[in-house]
């Protein structure tokens, strides 16, 4: 299973910006998908997550500017985020979990929940 993000950049504050998340190798879709960041010396965050029914679940601090949408037919996965500001300045990582439900067996929030991780896609935030 690969998992490929792109869209990343350089942004001005209150810009906005959107990740693509892309998957292959799978032979099911029954499986659901986060958005994580990391930024140095800190463990990844969690950011929002969508389940293969297409419901989705945000941290509290993103809950008003991020989105989260999928092109299943594309195996893809979309993260928009507007009003950015420095401190979303961080590495994005798609990650995905081979259960349709983002928190079925396990919260979303712990990265350990998830089997698979992309390499991330840098996104800086200029003030």
């Known amino acids: 299973v690969q998992l490929v993000e792109s869209g990343g950049g350089l942004v001005q504050t209150g810009g906005s910006l959107r990740l693509s998340c892309t998957t292959s190798g799978h032979t099911s879709d029954d499986y659901s998908i986060a958005w994580f960041r990391r930024v140095p010396g800190k463990e990844p965050e969690a950011v929002i997550c969508i389940n293969r029914d297409g419901r989705t679940f945000a941290a509290a601090y993103a809950n008003d500017r991020v989105f989260v949408y999928s092109a299943r037919s594309k195996n893809t996965v979309y993260l928009q985020m507007d009003s950015l500001r420095p401190g979303d300045t961080a590495v994005y990582l798609c990650?995905?979990?081979?259960?349709?439900?983002?928190?079925?067996?396990?919260?979303?929030?712990?990265?350990?929940?998830?089997?698979?991780w992309g390499q991330g896609t840098q996104v800086t935030v200029s003030s």
């Open positions: 990650a995905k979990k081979t259960v349709p439900g983002c928190n079925q067996y396990r919260s979303w929030y712990f990265t350990e929940s998830f089997d698979s």
